[in-house]
């Protein structure tokens, strides 16, 4: 199912045992965007200004895109046991691109160097988005679980990502999101 060690996932947001207190080994980290925000559709988002997450791509010897990053989320965490990409809440005045990275830092030890931005995909629920920055890796390295939010962080192959137990916006978004990292020439923002 996966193509080496370190596949990828998302990142989780915290649920009623992490803010409770309850968490496992290793770093959690804070920010002031942290917290809950209700969206003008009346649904409960994590991320005071928005969040944003990074969907990292590994090209294979081909050329092609061949997998991605994602993250098998905490169970503790809102929607705990399902697998993402790494993202989280924004900081005040902190871009989407920007908070991106360094939640991919944070949870799964992307090193910003090691990143080419491509474009994002903006979902926005009016009065809260959530930002998809997606990305390519420009050297190897392997992911991993860096904090607590994380079961596990790795490098899953692209037709194995739908046979996962996604989080569920994910994988309605899934389809879509594959197309635009298998499309070469995109570089830029959609919704």
Known sequence: MRSEPGDPVSAPA?????????RGVGAFHRHPGDGWAQCLQ???HWGL?????L????????GSIDAVVLQHRALW??????WGFPGGALAPGESAEVGALREASEEAGIPAAAVRLRGSVLLDHGGWTYTTVLAETLMPFEPAATDTESLEVAWVLLDDVARLPLLPAFAEAWPRLRELLEADGFHGRTT
């Open 14 to 22: 915290p649920g009623p045992a992490a803010e409770a207190g309850v």
């Open 42 to 44: 009346g649904h409960r």
């Open 49 to 53: 200004h928005g969040a944003a997450g």
């Open 55 to 62: 969907l990292l791509a590994r090209r294979a010897h081909g």
């Open 77 to 82: 965490s809102d929607q705990g046991g399902t």
